[in-house]
């Protein structure tokens, strides 16, 4: 970066004019100039722009950076800096990692005096050894926030030996202290991110309560076992091979998994693994380098990188071809993997969820699953169970998909009739929970009232078994099923009191009376 040669060979510590008056005149104009720049600053980002810009130009930093703490993943980043490259820009520290990171932690300055010679250097943003014949002097200095740090300013100066350090630290700290203070300002961008982080807060809460436990809906006793199980391994970080049917919601629990447990703010990442093509599926979980294929024009982070501090659903996971198989293999074991096309080695801390509809077993025999990751996956299996294993949970499911719907879609529905409830118990359910929420979805839509009645159900449900229509089409057979559904409908309101249904149905008793016998409906049973 360009500087005044003047400035950068007087250096910091030495007035304008050769007096300690120039040398104070000097600090207090840049002083004011930092403040003014800070204040006049659309954005933080573009403020801490400007402070470094200043000390280049007025005090001969050759490079500078101002780094802040993200308190959600415990690391340091870069907001702002000036003479460092795009790669160097992309540096992370953790806290107490490097000498940043041991300013960031202690909240106490650092000199280095040659930055060459230093072995605590980690050198991410770049290499002072590969500057011959110049030697750097390394200046770090917490930022603070109620007396708590929460960054640093960081500055590379030409190495001098009559530096006054001491003052150099003073005229630092004082820059901080007007950084600080920025940070605590409004402005309208930083007002906009803070705004995005509280409703980034409100999702995530609004998260946890969608995929709370109680979201689980199920008193059967299958049920009643996974959600133990949920309840058992929630807190770890365990890997978890969830096994069961298609519908029976599986990422529903992989969801409640994640937002119930310690990594519950950080990001949470699903992938089909059967929804990708097999020349795909590599490069969507481990990313790929530019060039690595034909159509891969820049560098892309896979699932993996995407996850990493969350958890990663990697659902139908036997449909994995065996070549993908064995580097998921490697990243369960190590944690660390490399990009398609790609040399570095990337380390991830990422929880697995994985889920299948498979008969695994099988594949293993078959040769289309290997054992080894079988076994690494199969730490702490879940069974889900079909919901034709959970009739007791059925109507519980029904009633809640009733109030979802009816809500969403604006509908005056409130209850299933005992016809439509009749027929649903006696569906077999194929499609499990998911089959059932998309049939109750549209009786909600097509109900012209307060009840779903059997005739809004769909054909697949309308049995002769199930609903009485026998093997006729014709207009009387379907007057004679809805006059049914009604009939009995009335009876479960009025709790089998027949006079009562018939002032429900606007009718005589005697005119009831007989369409239960003509229909054989056993009113008893509605007490």
Known sequence: MGHSTATAERGPDAAPDGSAGGEE??????????????????????????????LQSRWGVIRGAVTLLDETRHELYIEASA??????????????????????????PVVVANAAREPLFLHRTARRSDQPGQEITFVCVPILLDLRPVGALAVDLPYRGDRDHDHLLKFLDVVTSLIGLALMSPRPVDAERQSLREENSHLRHELRERYDFS?????????????????????????V??????????????????????????????VNCAALPESLIESELFGHEKGAFTGALARRKGRFELADGGTLLLDEIGELRPATQVKLLRVLQEREFERL?????????????????KDLEKAIAEGAFREDL???????????????DRKPDLLLLADHFVEKFSRMH???????????????????????????????????????????????????LQTAEASGTGPTGSLGAAVAVLEKDLIEDALKTTRGNRARAARVLKTTERVLNYKVRKYRIDWRRFR
């Open 341 to 357: 096309g790609g040399q570095d080695t990337i380390r991830v801390d990422v929880r697995v969820i994985a889920a299948t509809n």
């Open 83 to 108: 003479g460092i490259d795009f790669e160097g820009q992309q540096a992370r520290y953790q806290l107490g990692e490097g000498i940043t990171g041991r300013v960031v932690e202690s909240g106490r």
């Open 410 to 460: 604006s509908r005056p529905v409130k209850r299933i009739t005992t016809p439509a409830i009749d027929m649903l118990v006696s569906y077999h359910w194929p499609g499990n929970v998911r089959e059932l929420e998309n049939i109750i979805e549209r009786a909600v839509v097509v109900s012209e009232g307060q009840a779903i009645h059997a005739h809004h159900l769909p054909p697949t």
């Open 374 to 388: 079988y076994y690494r996956l199969n730490v702490f299996p879940i069974f889900v169970p079909p919901l034709r």
């Open 241 to 270: 091979l969830l096994r069961g049917e298609s519908g029976t919601g599986k990422e529903l629990i992989a969801r409640a998994i994640h937002y119930h447990s310690p990594r519950a703010e950080q990001p949470f990442v699903a």
């Open 25 to 54: 005149s000097l600090a207090l104009a840049t002083l004011f100039d930092i403040s003014q720049a800070l204040t006049g600053a659309p954005t933080f980002n573009e403020g801490m722009r400007r402070v470094l810009g200043l």
């Open 215 to 239: 979201q689980l809906i199920g008193a059967s006793g299958p049920m009643r076992d996974v959600q133990r199980q949920i309840a058992q391994v929630t807190g770890t970080a365990t890997t």
